[in-house]
């Protein structure tokens, strides 16, 4: 993670934000990639993990009462950003 802070010196307002930088290499259709061995396991785990974000997305966007951070570590590290 990248945390930024600013300040407008004509105001003397601060901002602050946040840049998540995440590799997601290997989120590709398995049948296609021919990944075997670690390569399978850990594109396996990718994919389970931009389910989980498309859950915990999906959920925001219903405002649904729960939402499902826990279900991955990807979603649980953006739980603040996402929501």
Same mark, same amino acid.
């Given at each position: 993670s990248v945390f930024v802070e600013g300040? !407008?010196?004509?105001? &003397?307002?601060?901002?602050?934000?946040?840049?998540?930088?995440?590799?997601?290499?290997? #989120?590709? $259709?398995? =049948? $296609? #990639? &021919?990944? /075997? &061995? *670690? /390569?399978?396991?850990? =594109? *396996?785990?990718? !994919?389970? #993990?931009?389910?989980?974000l498309g859950d915990c997305i999906q959920s925001l966007v219903a405002k649904s009462k729960h939402i499902p951070f826990r279900n991955s570590k990807l979603t649980f590290f953006l739980q603040d950003s996402l929501g």
């Open positions: 300040n !407008n010196l004509t105001n &003397g307002v601060k901002t602050y934000g946040k840049l998540h930088l995440i590799d997601l290499a290997g #989120s590709e $259709r398995l =049948a $296609r #990639s &021919g990944a /075997q &061995g *670690q /390569q399978l396991k850990e =594109a *396996q785990n990718i !994919n389970k #993990s931009l389910s989980a």
